[in-house]
């Protein structure tokens, strides 16, 4: 067995051999039968494996697990989504780095409207000497008090206190002008803060908490559990030329499981890979139909009729669809396409049938 | 208020992902009344320390950690009482084959297509080599082969590092591999 490459063969088949290695696998698989029988016979393993029928669980069995996490709840056996479990998400360091993203965002949000307003009303917002050191007489004052409490002031501008008055002024307006953000400087602020909004949810999804959301929320299990869905745009219908589905193929997708599996595979080696669009397979279903491998591009699919039925006392379905080729003698790009569509429908307890059109 | 929402995102929790877990239960026990068994105890668990999910992975991961976990326990507990917990399939056609029927509602008396027949049968022989694996062997196989998760997932839902993973999951398939010929020359 010296100098075989069976130990390797497992991540060839997985893609997972790094370049260098993989360079030097090929080779030896070029000269050698045996580690060429082995591999054939581990990706016809793998694909035997991958090609077993998914099992569905029987229909009561989700109402039954139900019923007894209920009767668990009324027992009290169940730790809820308490404030407990809260406080540790709070003081935990990506609760923390989260929670000051948010307060910096909306200290932020805040500031820059008044510093914006404070731009077309200088008047009011920027602070002078001669208007900070007014002293409650002089803001009482009348009119005809004027030309005394000009003098008044002269006078208190020579003092000792008006110097210490001054003084702290002058850091005050200091601190003050670290804090105000110019307009340019505001306009370039706003999207940071959002983007680091933005960020702190897309964290929050991927940990499976809505951080950006507000505590009661967060206290929720369902988007504690991670049920943000990858992609919330809604959608009807999603058709395209490329699939990593290779072979012509029509399924009703009824479960997220299966929604999952299936999106994984159509997706195939995208990069980045499209989220999952959302689906509520408690009234929906989704219908799939992959036209194969085409040889050049020009191809399409399309559903052309969606037809509720009965069929043996059920309801039943029927799904038109066509294959739409390219005309001949017309330009085609020549490339491998793999025409799709998915198509989002109400859920109905009975048969699909697939029927192409010519 | 509260509890109410708390029973319907419970709920929603086993309408989704019960699928999963139940598939993954069924190819881990072989037999559906311990994949119902399982899947249940799965849930129950999951709610009883929902708490202590920290969203590190996906809720499926997490459930498929504690579902795998809960097969172990159960088959050492149950060899530990000279009992096998998981039956070979070679010896229960029928139970394999209401599983893996692609099609059940076909199941009632009409003949099955030649093309389907031969695919039970080769599903058979697929499901009698996993049966005869080692635990970890066959859950490796399973989470890879069967539910296609990434090397990543495996490490986090059998808490183990990626080498391991890659290690483990080359000696099981080699495994399966001589398992499998073995089952196709017998039933020949």
Redesign the interface.
Known sequence: MTGHI??L???Y??G?LPPKVLEKAKAHLFFCNHCRN?LK??QE??Q???????????TD??E???R???K??QTG??????P??LK?WFF?YRGLAITATAALAIVLFNIIPINLKSKFQPQERKPSLSSKAKTPVEKSATVSDRAELKESLSRMRHSKELSRRESTLKTDNLAMKKVTVPAPMAKEAAPLSAMQVTRAAVKGE????AQNEPPSKMN???S????TPQSSEPWVEIKGQSSGVTEPFQEVIT????W??IW?RHVGAQEPKPGLPPVD??VNEVLFICAGSQPTGGYSLDITKVENTEWEGKPARVVYYQIKTPPENSMKMMVITQPFVFRLVPKIQG?TFFKPLK | MADIWNEEAMAKMVREELPGVYNLCFRLSSNREDAEDLSQETFLKAIRAIHKFKGQSTLATWLYRIAVNTWKNKVRHQVRRKFKFHISLSGSAKESGDGDSPNRELNDGRPLPLEQLEKKEGDKKVIAALGNLEENEKAIIVLKDIDQKSYEEIAKVLNLNLGTVKSRLARAREKFRTKFALQRVKTR
């Open positions: 069976t130990h063969i497992s991540e088949i997985d997972a082995m016979e581990m393993n793998s035997r494996l991958k090609n077993l029928a998914p099992v569905k669980p029987p069995l989700e039954k697990i139900i007894s996490l209920e668990e709840m056996e169940i730790k809820k989504n308490s407990e479990s540790e935990s991927r940990r499976g908490v929720h299990p369902q504690a559990l991670g049920y479960d997220l499981h299966s999952r599996r994984h397979f408690g048969t």
